[in-house]
Nanobody
């Protein structure tokens, strides 16, 4: 059974940085794609950044230049480095994974496994 566990969230002032981690377990191979999504209160869950099993990546325009996705393949941990945080980045952040990417990597439909979510709060 595949499991995703996020960590690293918290509260920070605008302009600050946080790094989220997502530990994946249960995959018997390394050919799975992962991504970060976020959901603010009253809004739809949106894709933030994705990383395919072969290294291809997508980043949402709203965070491009500020957020960086990466992965420690040996440890099966996905990271999201978030710099220059803004109040509008406040949301619950979710890690997602799939071993069959059947849709655009920044859409919810592409993933079949989700973490429990972690809160990121940015104050002005």
């Amino acid at each position: 059974q595949v499991q995703l566990v996020e960590s690293g969230g918290g509260s920070v002032q605008a302009g600050g940085s946080l790094r989220l981690s997502c530990a994946a377990s249960g995959y018997r191979h390394s050919r799975y794609s992962m991504a970060w999504f976020r959901q603010a209160p009253g809004k739809e869950r949106e894709g933030v950044a994705s990383l395919d099993w072969n290294g291809g990546s997508f980043t949402a325009d709203s965070v491009k230049g500020r957020f960086t996705i990466s992965k420690d393949t040996a440890k099966n941990i996905l990271y999201l480095q978030m710099n220059d945080l803004k109040p509008e980045d406040t949301a619950t952040y979710y890690c997602a994974a799939t071993d069959f990417l059947g849709a655009h990597p920044l859409t919810r439909a592409a993933y079949n496994t989700w973490g429990q979510g972690i809160q990121v709060s940015v104050s002005s």
